[in-house]
């Protein structure tokens, strides 16, 4: 067992967990607030990896830009932009008509919008696999020696920055301001909280935007990295933030951080140790597992059913 | 003119109109409007455009439809009612029943093959859907790996001839027992959830079925998949010529060689095991465990506060759900000779789903029709086979919103007083 390979491992685990901690704040927050799975999540997430790759492509291409900075800003925030009017529309056409109805009609009507937002990218955009150009390309870095060496690229850093930036002033938005606290309210007592003048079909709004919003930076973030997606990206990766936001206690913000972690790490570690088949199976197995035994994840609160 | 309600206000009306087409061209603008062509991009600005301008009019019409007497009575929906309806006539049409059965087995006597294929595909999704409306529609448990039960009835056949040497007429009830067996397996663990949780298990589960199918190359032959030998007919094969010792049908029979009997002969039992398990399904509502299964969706813990035993009620729902969606694997294999692992994927289960939705979540006669239309509708219009998915999703999400019990939704019968 070589050291520098394990440490390769965490590396790459970290920049993952990154990624999928990002995506889970969408499923945790939504889950919170009106107790849905937003099954059309991951299509959100695969519809900002189409943003970034077209804002790319419009600035470069078409505008004749080269520098690498402004658009990586620009696109970011356009990026966020689209996406979370994605977000909002999601939920105001497929989700808000459903307020207060039987159980099973959210989830249908989510999976329903999944596939919906799945083929009308497959349609405008072709079914091909697409791509964008390297922007970031320095030398990575290497720790170790000739041979055997831990090697971080610069976008992996940029990610973990980036991602961690993104949740430092997701926390903040949600623990120190006037809409954070209408959030946190209307997730414990959506009755309570609209008596007391919290307009709580806006804030469910929101949550989705914000939602939205995290996702953006994921997809911008991943597909700099990546390079190329289709348009079925959003289902493998929604499903594994989704295991994310469970492991780490669905509803809790830093759980989904922190379970975004551990599922990354966890499945490279998988990967590069056990069998990289099976990666995927590794991951549905632990959401599975996870549900199963303990439903409530690491940092989430035991769920009462009340009669 | 239409008389429209008194709250109804044509600027309001228009202005609200305008918002959701702005809203909209802003939506459809990058994806639609700027097309990736390689890492440049191409316009496609009247794109944008025109779907606002569909926005538009279908805001406009929903207003319409929403303030006017016509309107309301044809398309609003009555809401978000229990789904127990009673009636109180047993049996009014049977005779149009004998007459649709007797027309379904006469079919493919003067059917061309290709409407023949047509009619095997469409009938497998009467029996997927009828399986899957037994977990969802009526115990009411969201099953979003409904197709790995499919899965195991398909490789079942697959594999048990190359393996065990199984034939058709013998792969039917095994794999029926080996899907029902692995129903109450998969539902073991999930007694205790519900709704979502649920959903996402079992989809996790399907999934992992499918991976395994896919990656366990040297038992399923992964990716490339297995292949299904032919069904034979009393020993008679029906394939061009016969294996050692056997005798072609339609040899036997003096016939000249044509690929349609085999299909005749899948279609026939096929539409047998339909007819039966629609008897079954009607059949069972009736009785205490279908009505258990019923108050279960309603409320689980009243009924278990009843005293009805819910591991039973569940487990039951779930292997008689995989049992029927196992045959309908094996049928797929025999109508398909060959099977592989992308013939079992999510959208597969979606796609099923959407038929029990479509149908009327519990109702049979509902999911039956569902299922003949939505197989049958794209082969009619192969222009459209593009937007495919994209009209299911669209679909599920209005039915949900406007119609959340189906098109048809189940009516209860009630007891006679004699």
């Not at chain 2, 020993?235 to 010792?245: D, I, M, V």
Request: one cysteine or more; glycine letters at 10%; proline letters at 3%.
């Amino acid at each position: 067992m070589d050291w520098m390979i394990i440490l390769q491992q965490l590396v790459n685990g970290l920049t993952l967990g990154a990624i999928y901690g990002l995506i889970a704040v969408g499923y945790t927050m939504v889950y919170g607030i009106i107790g849905m799975i937003n099954f059309a999540h991951g299509d959100i997430y695969m519809v900002s990896a189409y943003l970034t790759a077209i804002c790319i492509a419009v600035f470069m291409s078409w505008w004749g830009w080269t520098f690498v900075p402004l658009i990586l800003v620009l696109t970011l925030i356009v990026v966020i932009l689209f996406t979370s009017l994605y977000g909002w529309v999601v939920e105001r056409v497929a989700y808000r008509p459903l307020r207060g109805s039987q159980r099973l009609a959210p989830l249908i009507s989510a999976i329903g919008m999944s596939l919906v937002l799945q083929n009308y990218v497959q349609i405008s955009q072709s079914a091909r696999t697409q791509g964008v150009p390297s922007l970031i390309s320095g030398h990575p870095l290497r720790i170790g020696s000739e041979q055997n060496f831990v090697q971080i690229t610069e976008m992996q850093i940029l990610i973990v920055i980036v991602a961690f930036l993104s949740m430092a002033v997701l926390s903040y938005i949600i623990q120190a301001t006037a809409l954070g606290r209408a959030c946190r309210a209307t997730q414990q007592d959506r009755v309570m909280a609209s008596i007391l003048g919290i307009n709580t079909d806006k804030i469910i709004s929101i949550v989705f935007i914000i939602g939205a919003a995290s996702a953006a930076v994921a997809g911008v973030l991943v597909t700099l990295n990546y390079g190329t997606f289709d348009f079925f990206i959003g289902f493998v990766t929604g499903i594994k933030a989704f295991t994310a936001a469970v492991l780490g206690g669905i509803g809790s913000l830093p759980g989904a951080m922190l379970g975004g972690l551990i599922l990354g790490l966890a499945e490279s570690l998988f990967s590069g140790f056990v069998n990289t088949d099976y990666k995927d199976v590794f991951a549905f197995a632990l959401l599975v597992l996870v549900l199963i035994f303990r439903p409530s994840g690491l940092l989430g609160k035991p769920e009462v059913e009340k009669v | 003119m239409l008389d429209v309600d008194a709250d109804f206000s044509t600027k309001q009306t228009i202005l609200d109109a305008i918002l959701a087409a702005l809203i909209a061209w802003l939506f459809f603008l990058p994806i639609t409007g700027v097309l990736l062509d390689g890492y440049a991009v191409q316009s496609a600005w009247h794109q944008p455009f025109v779907l606002a301008l569909i926005v538009f009019y279908a805001r406009c019409l929903i207003a319409i439809i929403v303030h006017t007497d016509l309107g309301k009575r044809l398309f609003v929906g009555k809401g978000h009612y229990a789904g127990v309806e009673v009636v109180d006539k047993t049996n009014a049409h049977w005779h149009w029943l004998l007459v649709i059965v007797a027309i379904g087995f006469v079919f493919p006597f003067f059917s061309s093959k290709y409407w023949l294929t047509v009619a095997i595909l469409a009938l497998i999704y009467v029996l997927l859907g009828l399986g899957l409306n037994v977990v969802v529609g009526l115990a009411g448990l969201l099953d979003l790996g409904f197709v790995a039960f499919y899965a195991v009835g398909a490789y079942s056949y697959a594999l048990g001839s190359e393996y065990l040497g199984l034939g058709f007429w013998t792969a039917l009830p095994f794999a029926a027992v080996l899907a029902a067996s692995f129903g109450a397996i998969l539902g073991f663990p999930v007694l205790r959830m519900h709704g979502d949780y649920l959903a996402i298990v079992t989809l996790g589960f399907g999934e992992i079925i499918r991976l395994i199918l896919n990656n366990w190359t040297a038992f399923t032959g992964g990716p490339n998949g297995a292949s299904a030998p032919l069904p034979t007919l009393f020993g008679l094969e029906f394939s061009r010529r016969a294996k050692q010792g056997g005798t072609p049908f339609h040899d036997y029979f003096g016939l000249d060689y044509s690929t349609i009997y085999r299909y005749i002969l899948i279609y026939l039992v096929l539409f047998l095991v339909v007819c039966v398990m629609t008897m079954v399904v009607v059949r069972l509502r009736q009785m205490p465990i279908g009505r258990a299964w019923e108050a279960l969706r309603e409320d689980e813990t009243a009924c278990r506060s009843l005293g009805i035993n819910h591991v039973v009620v569940k487990l039951s729902a779930f292997s008689m759900g995989a049992m029927v969606g196992g045959l309908a694997g094996v049928f797929f294999a025999a109508y398909q000779g060959f099977i592989n692992p992308s013939s079992f994927t999510f959208f597969e289960s979606a796609l099923i789903l959407a038929i029990v939705v479509l149908g009327g979540l519990g109702s049979v006669v509902g999911v039956i029709i569902a299922a003949v239309v939505l197989t049958i509708l794209p082969e009619l219009l192969r222009e459209f086979s593009d937007y495919r998915v994209l009209i299911f999703g669209m679909s599920m999400v209005l039915m949900m919103i406007w119609r959340p019990r189906g098109l048809l939704p189940q009516r209860r019968q009630a007891f006679r007083r004699t």
